[in-house]
């Protein structure tokens, strides 16, 4: 788990329509952080989000502080005053593991029932035809 904090600039969002800027704002943090952590897969906390669009969309901040962690493959980013809740992400993660687990284990299940259910009609099919070639 790395922790790193950073100041993102957003000074180029003032070139952009009043309109777009919060918008704009939010994608150039996320193009920062996939340049700068070499990471594709960014998780941006809801802080981020509300502090680009406290002051509404149309004047974004021109500079924002993150603190940005890894975790495994994922980059999360939050505000440097928010807790952040790592452990509450790996818990999810534990559980989404088992859950991919138990269903795995349940299609293998299904499978040897398949199996099982074609063994037993080919046994069938072939006391079928022994019981024929016996009446013949």
Do not use: C
Request: glycine share 2%; aromatic share 4%.
């Amino acid at each position: 788990m790395e922790e790193k904090i950073y100041t993102v600039p957003l000074i180029k969002t003032k070139n952009f329509s009043r309109a777009k800027r919060a918008k704009i704002a939010m994608k150039e943090i996320r193009e920062f952080l996939k340049k700068h952590t070499k990471n594709d897969n960014i998780k941006i906390d809801k802080s981020v989000n509300e502090v680009v669009w406290e002051r509404g969309i149309k004047n974004p901040p021109s500079k924002i502080r993150l603190k940005v962690v890894k975790v495994d493959d994922t980059v999360w980013a939050y505000t440097p005053e928010t807790e952040i809740k790592i452990e509450e992400i790996e818990k999810k993660k534990e559980k989404k593991e088992k859950k991919e687990e138990k269903e795995e284990k349940e299609e293998e299940k299904m499978e040897e029932k398949e199996e099982k259910g074609e063994e037993e009609e080919k046994e069938k099919v072939e006391e079928e035809k022994q019981s024929h070639a016996e009446k013949d």
